[in-house]
């Protein structure tokens, strides 16, 4: 005999509910379409606290004295982290060979040798361990400071970035010589090496959470490929105005390649390069004749 739990069904104002709660919390947006998969994900942790429905899991979550917690729990179960190391290969090229040639142009003009780049939604890290990497193949960045800070709303996801342990389907894209380079080998698993740590932060953010996300500074670049696509409209604008605020003047944002900025903000100019198109924001800011905060 089999031990079978059923399935605990999602009403719908149970559903909207919750989905509103989410939406609330962090920006992620499910339709009419998705209360399946809302159902589905989040009936593992009905079961485990032996609710009879999913109106006492939103009181919990709304509520309860553990609510930061089982959001953190929630937000993980409903999270999709698919990323490998250096991912979209023309737009890193692009990166690499002509934005931070660039960016460290305008640095030492300003009298600096510090370049700071933010990967937002960097799930289990191969994003920031990949343009560290990059960077570290740049002798001409030797005496630099480099910071590279990678953030996720995911705790569960962020605990492999800080492991920095990898196995195969990480490498899908990475040359032999990477690998060779900056990882050790341990049964069949791949550790980053503490050369690429050392340039890169692991910590959790909501993009929703304006005061924690204005303690970041001023950055180069903002990397968030493959993130805006689960936010409803005025979220993604909410967190694109984040980003265009944390940039220095003329500073870059890198999306992904399904991604556009069309119908949410013209605040970023689109700039043409030899492998990729990049956003930046302008040196000046629209009628007030500053570059912002930094």
Not at 90 to 98: G, P
Not at 129 to 142: D, G, I, N
């Amino acid at each position: 005999m089999f031990n079978f739990t059923p399935d605990i069904p999602m009403t719908n104002e149970e559903f909207r509910l919750l989905r509103d709660l989410i939406y609330q919390h962090c920006g992620l947006h499910f339709s009419e379409d998705n209360k399946y998969l809302l159902e589905k994900r989040l009936s593992k942790q009905v079961r485990h606290h032996k609710f009879k429905n999913f109106k006492d899991y939103y009181y919990l979550l709304r509520y309860g004295k553990t609510r930061d917690t089982e959001l953190a729990q929630a937000i993980d179960l409903l999270t999709t982290n698919e990323t490998y190391f250096f991912r979209e290969e023309s737009q890193l090229k692009t990166f690499a060979q002509e934005i931070v040639p660039e960016l460290m142009a305008r640095r030492e003009k300003e009298g600096s040798r510090k370049l700071r780049l933010w990967s937002a939604g960097c799930s289990t890290g191969e994003e920031p361990y990949t343009l560290a990497m990059m960077l570290l193949e740049k002798p001409e960045l030797r005496e630099w400071d480099i910071d590279i800070i990678g953030t996720d709303i995911s705790h569960r996801v962020l605990q492999v970035a800080r492991k920095g342990i990898y196995g195969a389907s990480s490498f899908r894209a990475t040359d032999a010589q990477y690998i060779q380079r900056y990882f050790e080998e341990n049964e069949g698993k791949y550790r980053i090496l503490d050369e690429v740590r050392k340039l890169v932060g692991i910590s959790h953010l909501n993009l929703f959470d304006q005061s924690r996300i204005s303690l970041l500074g001023q950055m180069d670049a903002v990397f968030c490929r493959n993130v805006i696509i689960y936010f409803d409209l005025d979220a993604k604008k909410k967190v694109i105005d984040s980003f265009f605020n944390r940039l220095r003047p003329e500073g870059f944002l890198l999306l992904g390649h399904s991604e556009s900025l069309m119908n949410i903000t013209s605040r970023f100019s689109l700039r043409h390069f030899t492998h990729d198109m990049v956003y930046q924001r302008p040196a000046t800011v629209a009628g007030t004749g500053t570059g912002g905060d930094s």
